[in-house]
């Protein structure tokens, strides 16, 4: 009898401070603060990468722009220079800028 009341005690006593099953609720809820704290952070980073993309896009753009801008000028200056007369130099060739 005595050791049914023993065990009948220490079952009384697990269950009422619940040690195993605090434990797995506690794991439970650690693994979820971990898994919500990871998803923050890969959406954070996800987020970062997709600016990156689009300041490199805006930036390649620019750089073409200004590369067919530079190559129009040099087309503009080369198509001045063949209309130009050779045979001598003066303030009023298509060249100078008389503005």
Known sequence: MRKKV????SEIL??????EGDKKGLVLVAVLW???????IVA?????????TKVCRL?????LRCKWSCRAGIE???GVLNEDFREGDSL???WSDNE
């Open 59 to 63: 930036v390649r753009t620019e750089q």
């Open 34 to 40: 971990v898994v919500a704290v990871l998803m923050i």
């Open 92 to 94: 009023t060739d298509l």
């Open 6 to 9: 023993k065990k009948l005690g």
């Open 76 to 78: 503009t200056a080369i």
């Open 14 to 19: 697990a269950a009422r401070t619940g040690t």
């Open 44 to 52: 954070t980073a996800g987020q970062t990468s997709r600016l990156d």
